[in-house]
């Protein structure tokens, strides 16, 4: 039961990226997205990726492999969204 | 080494909703931000916290409590702006 509500949760926080990957490619709208967050949560996914291959846990390198790729997602979505943006706006300027 | 990797990874994953939260808190633009993602994230961190308690690893309930209370305030602070906009439109027709 216990190892149940681990895998549920792992599951959670592991595919909880997901819905914000298909919101930004539906909509484009990246405007109150904080890339500083992104980065933050990138750099320590990268981390317990290399701790769980140190510990050769991959269960934890896999579920962590998947949130790393999906917030890569969502920065190179919204850094490209806004250069297009700010591309926009000097061609009108 | 391997032990730091997992502290730093821990810190990261768990402090990085905060230049989220005051972004939302400074700019009230909510816009881009998927609420879905905060549904099934929250409920993968609050069954991260209920495995931590369970296993008695207090490390695991506490650093997802911090993580529960900020993507909680992620959406409070969400719908209350989405709302005040709604109420906005409402008020213009």
Redesign the interface.
């Known amino acids: 039961m216990?190892t149940l509500?681990?895998v549920?949760?792992?599951?959670?926080?592991?595919?909880?990226?997901?819905?914000?990957v298909?919101?930004?490619q539906k909509?484009r709208?990246?405007?109150?997205?904080?890339l500083?967050?992104?980065g933050?949560?990138t750099?320590?996914?990268g981390?317990?990726m290399?701790?769980g291959f140190?510990?050769r846990d991959m269960a934890v390198f896999f579920a962590n492999l998947i949130t790393f790729a999906l917030a890569m997602a969502v920065i190179t979505l919204t850094v490209k969204e806004r250069l297009s943006l700010a591309k926009k706006v000097v061609h009108q300027v």
């Open positions: 216990i509500i681990g549920v949760a792992a599951t959670c926080t592991t595919i909880s990226f997901v819905p914000q298909i919101q930004i909509t709208n990246v405007s109150g997205i904080s500083s967050m992104y933050i949560l750099t320590g996914v981390l317990w290399l701790y140190l510990i």
